[in-house]
């Protein structure tokens, strides 16, 4: 079974500060991982993701992770937050290699991101 | 390229009645997934759809069922709707090479949101 933990359901930084989201994963098996973001009344928007090739994974609007195996995690960052990054955000697990059974998303449980100025 | 599309936008139900969702996929996509996302929670996976065939469910109850049509579009139906029914509903599209397979993406719509009264 796969399962994700979200440190944190609500994070609040100011305007220009590091952003640091964090996730940890479960997984039997290697996993590819994801971070999504969601707008207020909006669906999910694939921000990154891990499919094993570099443990350093730059996605959109400026965010990166890296994937540590001895940690089991998959943080998100971002140098400097601007207000527009204020959304919730969620990491996500499916299986490699899922084989018959779909590849299903696992989701957390989110991070509702302030930023302040 | 059309993105993932969804309808209704917002639904109201009274417990005990049926609902239909709709899901048009992204453009050259094949696999359709349903996730529920209640509120203040992460999405939870229902069940996905290869080339017309369900691929995989989640720990929902069989009055949760779906359709995919030739032309990958899909349905999501639940009968007998109960007052914990009401959450966003969302559905994404991927590109699968096999039903035994793992898509790296899935694109997300904007979801349905239902309300059980």
């Known amino acids: 079974a796969q399962s994700v933990t979200q440190l944190g359901s609500h994070v609040s930084v100011s305007e220009g500060a590091l952003v640091l989201l964090r996730c940890n994963y479960s997984?039997?098996?290697?996993?590819?991982l994801f971070w999504y973001v969601q707008y207020p009344n909006q669906g999910l928007q694939l921000l990154l993701k891990?499919?094993?090739?570099?443990?350093l994974v730059k996605g959109i609007n400026g965010f990166e992770a890296e994937f540590k195996k001895s940690e089991t995690s998959f943080h998100l960052t971002k140098p400097s937050a601007h207000m527009s990054d204020a959304a919730e955000y969620f990491c996500?697990?499916?299986?490699?290699?899922?084989?018959?059974?779909?590849?299903?998303?696992?989701f957390g449980t989110g991070t509702q991101l302030k930023v302040e100025l | 390229e059309t993105g993932v599309t969804q309808s209704p936008t917002h639904l109201i139900k009274t417990r005990g009645q049926q609902v239909t969702l709709r899901c048009s996929s992204q453009?050259?996509?094949?696999?359709v997934s349903w996730y529920q996302q209640a509120l203040g929670q992460g999405p939870q996976f229902i069940f996905q759809?290869?080339?017309?065939?369900?691929?995989g469910r989640g720990n929902f109850p069989p009055r949760f069922s779906g359709l995919q049509f030739p032309n990958y579009s899909s349905e999501l139906n639940v009968n007998a709707l109960e007052l914990d029914d009401s959450a966003l509903y969302l559905c994404?599209?991927?590109?699968?090479?096999?039903?035994?397979?793992?898509?790296?993406?899935?694109?997300f719509g904007p979801g349905t949101r239902l309300t059980v009264t």
């Open positions: 891990y499919t094993s090739a570099a443990t």
């Open positions: 759809y290869y080339r017309e065939e369900e691929n």
């Open positions: 994404a599209s991927s590109l699968k090479a096999s039903a035994y397979s793992s898509s790296y993406e899935q694109y």
């Open positions: 997984s039997s098996v290697p996993p590819y």
């Open positions: 996500a697990v499916s299986r490699k290699g899922q084989g018959g059974g779909g590849n299903k998303l696992t």
């Open positions: 453009s050259g996509h094949n696999t």
